[in-house]
């Protein structure tokens, strides 16, 4: 493995990088909010309840991720990385992944968009974030609120993180971001400093957005992750309307 910023890009280019996921019956309770529309950021966004349906919306799926992600005007002093780019084709890895947890099968995504990797504070910050359309509202929850659990959190020091600790984000209305910080410290000639990969995400209809930032040698200023994450909400209710 290379430096902590080498393992986080390639980490955040990963198919199941930032990927909300994953239900067991300790986030039963977190799911029944999140399906009552307590804990997502627009609850009254239109979902479509079976796959069919879903895939009709691809293209207003394409609009609205165009829309919502984050931009290198979003985060003051960034540049470019890498650019916007869909999601893979579901791999091994993530396979596995689904497998481990028991989550929603990355094979019934109906699209996935990702933002352009941003880069700020000469490459000790990175920044990325992706929209997923699920076949329905009810999925995309169940994925945000098993990615909180017990289990999610042990499937995810099983992949590759030395210590996970939850997020939980306030948004505006009374919503909440929900999601999990991996550390993963260096193992070559740059052993001992670590990268903090924060997961952030929140549902809106049958889309769940979620923000990924990486920090190195220190955590990521919760207060940049909370003003990105209130950019893509805000970004997120404003386009309802084209998923």
Known sequence: MGTAREAAARWMSRGRWGRVGRVDRAGAAICALLIAGVLCGCGGARGSSTGTAAVTEAAGG??????VNVRVTDLPGAE????????????AD??????CDGGVSPKRVVLEARSTLLS?????LLVRSRVTLWPSEAL???????FVSELGSRCELRYGGTSVSRLRVALPGGAWALG????????SEHAGEIGYHD????VCGPAEIVLTAAGFSHPVDPQTERRLLEVLYRRASDARSEV
Do not use: D, K, Y
Request: charge should be positive.
């Open 94 to 99: 993530a396979l596995a992944f689904a497998r």
């Open 120 to 124: 700020a504070g000469r490459g000790s």
């Open 180 to 187: 999990m910080r991996v550390a993963v410290p260096s193992r």
């Open 62 to 67: 394409r609009v609205f991720a165009n829309a």
């Open 199 to 202: 997961i952030i995400g929140f």
């Open 140 to 146: 995309a929850s169940r994925n945000l609120a098993a």
């Open 80 to 91: 470019a990385a890498a650019p916007e780019s869909a999601g893979p084709s579901p791999g």
